[in-house]
């Protein structure tokens, strides 16, 4: 299957080679990523340039995907009150985060296995992420290595964690991302065992991917995606090379290798392994916050994982408000999941985000486009928050507060 697969893919590029300039011009996946101009447009070039099943594990959440529809609804719901007569000549949406200046209030969030979109990965994500300004978030389970992107994309980063149940490989992890720079710790805590994800479960989706007559028949129909897989194939973890026995579906995957008793007593001996600052990504409650700064962590990131885990629980847009009247000023907030417009990014940081994270969005550009495609993602969010800032009266992303959304 392999040598069809490659036979088709060199096909296709000798014909691509052949074709007069014009029309490879108009074929380029940079161009037509070029020609997008909302997320949504992105997101149906990637759509149609990488093959289903991967597609679907970007775009998929879980069972009826209800949570997934509420991430942008509770957006579409709130209301903005702009403000007139305000001279807003300069736009500044710089922001600061655990110290550190951005250019604005986007951090690129940890996306497992991002390789399968895309051979260069994460590297990708993170220098369109360093390019806008911003940090980049690798996750554990990236197809990269720590080092791999590090090298690569050397600008800021966080390091997102998933506790394993053999702590021996979480501790390695900790030890590389500290020797490798990486400013900040992501602790992950919605994914004590894996969400069902019905389009993954329909697609026999599996760590790492099985070769079958589908996906040979998706490869032939997804020449270019197929041209990158066969040259550099990146369809595992890079930092966690095996978990025992052949591919398994991601549910089963998940649940032979994280561990399910991790409590918040556990933060002790996250605290004696890692010096930096501590996020931790998936708190949706405001006693749940709470328990989070009274551990001393430094960032909370108000999130339902894209919807991809416990479906039927409430936007991460509709958690926030009660979010940010128990933490305070205690710890950074910020809000994961459901941003897609420039005017997302101004309700968030107006309800008491700090910064917004973004995953699906930077790995549909990634599949339309490569890193191009990534960066395009930027450039689009990055022109309607500057837009909407200055149409809404509001000349610097700081000064928004609860009086602009309701």
């Known amino acids: 299957m392999n040598d069809l697969l490659d036979l088709v893919t060199r096909q296709v590029a000798a014909d691509l080679r052949a074709a007069p300039a014009s029309i490879r011009g108009y074929l380029s996946p940079d161009a ?4 997008c101009r909302t997320i949504a447009e992105l997101r149906a070039l990637a759509r149609r340039t990488v093959p289903r099943p991967v597609f679907d594990y970007v775009d ?4 009826d995907e209800v949570t997934y529809a509420r991430n942008r609804s509770g957006f579409e719901r709130l209301t903005l009150h702009p403000r007139m007569l305000v001279d807003v000549s300069q736009v500044d949406t710089s922001t600061t985060v655990l110290g550190r200046r951005i250019a604005l209030p986007l951090i690129a969030a940890p996306t497992g296995l991002t390789g399968m979109t895309h051979p260069d990965g994460e590297a990708a994500v993170a220098r369109a992420a360093h390019a806008a300004g911003t940090i980049y978030t690798q996750s554990a389970l990236s197809s990269l290595s720590i080092e791999e992107v590090s090298d690569r994309a050397p600008g800021p980063k966080w390091f997102q964690l998933y506790v394993l149940t053999d702590r021996g490989v979480v501790f390695d992890w900790l030890e590389r991302a500290t020797a490798q720079g990486y400013e900040a710790l992501v602790l992950t805590v919605d994914v004590a065992v894996a969400g069902v994800r019905d389009r993954d479960v329909r697609n026999r989706f599996s760590v790492p991917p099985r070769l079958t007559l589908r996906s040979l028949a998706q490869g032939v129909t997804h020449p270019r995606w197929t041209a990158g897989f066969v040259a550099r194939p990146r369809i595992s973890p890079g930092n966690l090379r095996h978990a025992g026995g052949g591919p398994a579906g991601h ?4 649940n032979r290798v994280f561990d399910p008793t991790m409590t918040w007593e556990d933060l002790s001996w996250l605290r004696e392994h890692w010096a930096g ?11 749940d916050a709470v328990r989070a700064v009274e551990r001393g962590v430094e960032g909370i990131v108000v999130s339902n994982h894209g919807g991809r885990q416990l479906d039927g629980v ?3 847009i509709g958690a926030l408000p009660a979010i940010a009247d128990a933490v305070g000023d205690r710890a950074e907030l910020y809000l994961d999941s459901g941003v897609r417009r420039g005017t997302d990014i101004i309700k968030a940081v107006a309800l008491g985000a700090r910064a917004c994270m973004i995953g699906r969005p ?7 486009a490569g890193e191009a495609g990534a960066r395009r993602t930027f450039e689009i969010l990055t022109a309607e928050l500057k837009t909407a800032l200055a149409l809404a009266g509001y000349p610097r992303i700081g000064e928004l507060g609860p009086d602009a959304v309701s």
Request: proline share 3%.
């Open 60 to 63: 998929g959440a879980a069972n």
């Open 277 to 287: 600052p501590i996020v931790i990504k998936g708190i949706m409650r405001a006693d």
């Open 251 to 254: 549910a089963e995957y998940v």
């Open 362 to 368: 930077l790995v549909y550009g990634l599949g339309a």
């Open 32 to 35: 037509r990523a070029a020609r």
């Open 314 to 316: 409430d936007s991460s």
